[in-house]
């Protein structure tokens, strides 16, 4: 049955997926959102989704209504309406929880590395058989007839505690969210209490010690590269083209994988994939012929070329995310020379991990740190500067202006690594106008 949706929040990473997805599913949707642009918009305008801004008028009563969890009625007309109107609506994570009950829904979770891994999960299944999915990069695709429900399920605030998934994957546990979180073991609890709704198969990093504690009503199959695991990723070639390895299952050789991609983490996710799919009964031939054309998704170690120049730019924000980066850049270049812009993304991470993040960014060859990114969530910025991560960071660490990224160019045989989950891109983008103008002032 067509449905009409309305999404209060439409530009949010989760809520466009699931807007293209329920659009591409036959049903009536359109959203509202401030006028600002977000990359995340260009999907939804390529499919004639409607964007509206924020108005009461939008909340007609023949639609349902999906609110991002950001808005609240002090700061969003719309849901400050619905509520004075006794107008029901969901949050994302509410809607999604019921939404999944019609498939066979195979969930992905984890500190690091959920995104990454649930377009590679929903790359090679969409490929084997009709499949619907949502990715945390916004990206979402809808078949009425789809039996599998591919998606991510994000820990923040527990918001993945509606999800009942018959199988799904658990990356790591890690310290983060600290606005939210009060400890590891808190995070490692909500894991805990997600992993006990998993029905048929839970798939988790065997390496990990806090997943190791984790207990489950479905059979757990850890998956890693040290014996003791069930499915054991060896025999790893690491090359400039990307990463080949052979994967056992309890002692049983599956064969040979190849992946397109970088760095010792994404052979971790493609192992879990391949224990997942292989448990629910794919044929193996099938994932390793779509593994090998997986392209990664949005925001995650995406390259391009600038006159010469090499960029890439990654959503890595926490210390564990900045290592996994840098070591791909590594694999895929080894001759060059490695420069973290890195921007720090929130006053409460920050403050949290100071140190870690760095002991990760030494691994760069040089370091360039933009402004600490501020959350809308965060009340309080806490006694935190970018100038007290510099003085940490045993290379010599460099601050820079949005306007003014020329100390950049130092590195004649660079390949510049730009992370952070703020507005790191508008770094990035100034970087290659300079580029750009220094070409053209030499032609």
Request: proline share 3%; aromatic share 12%; glycine share 8%.
């Amino acid at each position: 049955m067509t449905k009409n949706y309305h999404f209060i929040g439409i530009k949010g990473s989760g809520m466009s997926a699931l807007a293209l997805m329920l659009h591409q599913m036959g049903h009536h949707v359109q959203g509202s959102d401030v006028e600002k642009y977000y990359f995340t918009q260009r999907g939804l305008e390529q499919a004639g989704i409607k964007i509206l801004p924020f108005d009461e008028k939008n909340l007609q009563a023949d639609v349902e209504v999906i609110a991002g969890n950001a808005f609240r009625p002090d700061n969003n007309i719309e849901i400050a309406y619905a509520d004075a109107n006794g107008i029901t609506y969901k949050r994302y994570h509410e809607f999604l929880g019921t939404f999944m009950r019609d498939f066979v829904s195979m969930g992905v979770a984890g500190a690091h590395g959920k995104t990454s891994t649930t377009g590679m999960l929903a790359h090679v299944l969409s490929n084997i058989t009709d499949t619907s999915y949502l990715i945390g990069d916004g990206t979402g695709r809808g078949s009425a007839n789809a039996k599998y429900f591919a998606f991510e399920a994000d820990e923040y605030e527990r918001h993945f505690m509606p999800y009942h998934p018959e199988y799904s994957i658990i990356t790591n546990i890690d310290f983060d969210h600290p606005d939210y979180f009060t400890s590891l073991e808190d995070v490692f609890n909500a894991f805990n209490d997600y992993a006990k709704q998993v029905s048929k198969g839970l798939f988790v990093y065997g390496e990990d010690k806090e997943l190791r504690r984790v207990t489950a009503n479905a059979p757990i199959y850890y998956y890693g590269f040290k014996e003791g695991n069930d499915f054991i990723a060896h025999d790893l070639l690491r090359s400039t083209t990307g990463s080949s390895f052979k994967v056992s299952f309890r002692g049983e050789e599956l064969g040979e994988f190849k992946i397109p991609s970088f760095g010792r983490h994404n052979i971790m996710n493609a192992t879990a994939v391949i224990g997942l799919l292989y448990t629910a009964g794919f044929d193996l031939n099938l994932v390793r012929e779509h593994l090998v054309t997986f392209g990664g998704v949005k925001r995650r170690f995406t390259e391009k070329v600038v006159n010469g120049t090499t960029i890439i730019d990654d959503f890595a924000h926490h210390p564990t995310e900045i290592i996994a980066t840098l070591d791909a850049a590594r694999q895929k270049y080894p001759s060059k020379e490695i420069v973290a812009i890195f921007q720090p993304h929130t006053f409460t991470r920050t403050i949290a991990l100071l140190d870690e993040f760095a002991e990760a960014l030494n691994q760069a060859d040089a370091v360039y740190l933009a402004q600490i990114y501020g959350s809308a969530r965060e009340v309080d910025h806490g006694d935190v500067k970018v100038e007290d991560l510099a003085e940490k960071i045993i290379k010599k660490a460099e601050i820079i202006t949005v306007d003014n990224v020329s100390p950049l160019l130092e590195h004649p045989n660079a390949v510049y690594v730009f992370m952070g989950a703020g507005d790191i891109q508008t770094y990035e983008y100034s970087f290659e106008r300079l580029l750009s103008n220094l070409t053209s002032n030499v032609q």
